[in-house]
RNA sequence: GCCUCCGUGGUCUAGUGGCCUAGGACACCGCCCUCUCAAGGCGGCAACACGGGUUCGAAUCCCGUCGGAGGUGCCA
């Protein structure tokens, strides 16, 4: 039997990481298992809808790499895939469930149910749906709707018993009848809920596994009932937890967490977000640490998944991130840098050496600007960044060592590296200074920053002569 | 409140009764290297939520407590 899995989003925003492992973990099940990976879109309610957030979806989906064998623009033999456009589907299948005794028509009003859930909140009760449009007739029933009355359809949960299911990371889960609410399976609109959309879709669609977030758990078995009542297979089911923001909350935009597109755009690397996602819930087992999507694909086991929620943490993404943007090629580096250099604004410098000296020192893209722009305009700094106890060096000491790097400076008419580096080094000798009492001031004279991305040379060298002699020159002007 | 689930260092995790004086990674701290920073090398801090059982033996099994999460919508 071929596995099919699906990813069934929301329309009602950009897809949270939550959302992206819930898709990759999906995806990767899919392709591990040389199944088919399907995208739906569960736009159900209406109101809840953001405009342009399907095509957010698909963009962030496409941009993680994860490849939908069927799907909306896609195709496949059992779409349409967005719910919206099967809403013909759904009614007819209510109505079986409701021949079938599964379910009922119900004309209680949005108003008496609320006021009804208030009353039983005031009494500290869990309100209950009293099943009172159950004893209504067919008959009655019919005429009602004919004429007009809004109803919705609810599922009849069984008074007594047992309901249950099987999860493959939690196991075997099961509740007492008595504690379940009769939901609404569909709406006055003539839309399903999620309740029943999911049920009927999934089964419409020869769903296999369901992967999706833990917030369901505690209803799957009111949708294994529905699989019953119809006399449908069951899918295999598996829930992930949640991803979370700190130990009580989870990811959220409300609190400034970043989404996939917001990561992105900060300039983390897709893969790397991928590759760390992977590993926020899931191990493969051993101490491996950096994979590829199609590496993924090959050693995914829904047995690496974890029951306990997992925090998202920042820093390690960050490690992770600064891990890939050292091993990726330089030329890519440089094509992917070279936009921050020119929001630096020291794009008209050497970029390939530039470049070069940045690699290893960046960690996301956006800290490139911050790094680099020293080299275009000389910030203002003080006089005490001169001393340096490691270095030997303070104010008198950088006065003489500014002195002799200009002096060197001054005669050197081939402008490289090799050249700046081998004229200061002889002359640094020949005063018998320490390499540190003149390179720390020379740099910090030049840039006027405590660290910067490479040495007194490369600075110096990156600067240009010109620009370099006359930052040292003002520099040694406002020495004290 | 009720129902369901979860609980290994600050974080991500390995671990499924003896291999655990609990392993790896991030973060943090120290040292080395070094013209700064970064990288790298070496070292360090730090966990089985708690309490009872079961067993020759428990992070691993059972019960309770506590803590956290999810659900309790004509949201998904």
Redesign the pocket.
């Known amino acids: 039997m071929t596995v099919r899995t699906r990813f069934?989003?929301?329309p009602?925003g950009y897809l949270h990481l939550g959302g992206l492992r819930t898709a990759l973990y999906t995806y990767l099940f899919a392709r591990k298992m040389g199944g088919v990976f399907i995208l739906r879109i569960?736009?159900?309610?209406q109101?809840?809808e953001v405009p342009g957030a399907i095509d957010r979806i698909y963009a962030s989906i496409r941009e993680a790499g994860l490849t939908y064998d069927e799907g909306p623009n896609v195709g496949g033999d059992y779409g349409p895939y967005i719910q919206t456009q099967r809403r013909h589907l759904y009614a007819p299948k209510a109505w079986e469930l409701v021949e079938r005794g599964g379910a009922y028509p119900?004309f209680?009003?949005?108003e008496w149910?609320e006021d009804a859930?208030k009353a039983c909140e005031a009494r500290?009760?869990?309100?209950?749906?009293d099943k009172h449009c159950l004893g209504i007739s067919k008959e009655e029933a019919k005429r009602r709707i004919d004429a007009g009355e809004?109803?919705?359809i609810r599922q009849n949960v069984p008074l007594t018993g047992k309901a249950s299911f099987d999860d493959v990371l939690?196991?075997?889960?099961?509740?007492?009848c008595s504690?379940l609410?009769d939901?609404?399976l569909m709406?006055?609109?003539g839309?399903?809920?999620?309740?029943f959309?999911?049920v009927v879709d999934d089964h419409l669609m020869g769903i296999t596994h369901v992967l999706r977030?833990?917030?369901?758990?505690?209803?799957s078995p009111k949708y294994n009932l529905l699989y019953e009542s119809f006399g449908w297979e069951k899918p295999v089911y598996v829930h992930l937890?949640?991803v979370?923001r700190d130990?009580?909350?989870?990811l959220s935009k409300r609190f400034g967490d970043p989404s996939f597109e917001d990561l992105l755009q900060r300039g983390f690397l897709r893969e790397a977000i991928v590759n760390f996602i992977a590993?926020?819930?899931?191990?493969p087992?051993?101490?491996r640490?950096f994979f590829t999507l199609p590496e993924l694909e090959e050693v995914f086991d829904l047995?690496?998944l974890?029951?306990?929620?997992?925090?998202?943490?920042m820093?390690?993404l960050?490690?992770?991130n600064?891990?890939y943007v050292?091993r990726m090629p330089f030329e890519d580096y440089l094509a992917m840098a070279t936009p921050w250099f020119e929001a630096a604004g020291v794009a008209h410098l050497d970029t390939r050496r530039l470049a070069e000296l940045m690699q290893?020192?960046t960690e996301v893209l956006d800290r490139i600007p911050p790094m680099v722009d020293f080299l275009a305009t000389m910030p203002d700094f003080d006089v005490a960044l001169y001393t340096?106890k490691?270095?030997k060096t303070d104010p008198q000491v950088a006065a003489q060592a500014l002195a002799l790097a200009k002096s060197v400076l001054v005669t050197i008419s081939d402008w490289r590296e090799e050249v700046i580096?081998e004229s200061l080094m002889a002359a640094i000798a020949a005063s018998g200074m320490k390499?540190?009492q003149v390179?720390?001031p020379?740099?910090i004279a030049i840039s006027g920053?405590?660290?910067?991305?490479?040495?007194?040379?490369?600075i110096a060298y990156l600067l240009g002569k010109e620009e370099t002699l006359r930052r040292l020159e003002r520099s040694i002007a406002v020495l004290p």
């Open positions: 069934a989003p929301s009602t569960e736009d159900t309610d109101e809840r119900c209680c009003t949005k149910l859930r500290g009760e869990t309100f209950k749906y809004p109803y919705v939690f196991g075997h889960i099961e509740v007492d504690t609410d939901s609404v709406k006055a609109d839309l399903p809920t999620y309740n959309a999911n977030g833990s917030e369901y758990l505690s209803s937890p949640v979370m130990a009580s909350h989870k590993l926020l819930g899931w191990s087992g051993d101490d640490e047995k690496g974890n029951k306990s929620p997992s925090i998202f943490d820093d390690k960050t490690w992770m600064s891990e050292r290893g020192r340096h490691k270095m580096h390499n540190g390179l720390w020379l740099r920053r405590e660290s910067t991305p490479g040495g007194a040379i490369e």
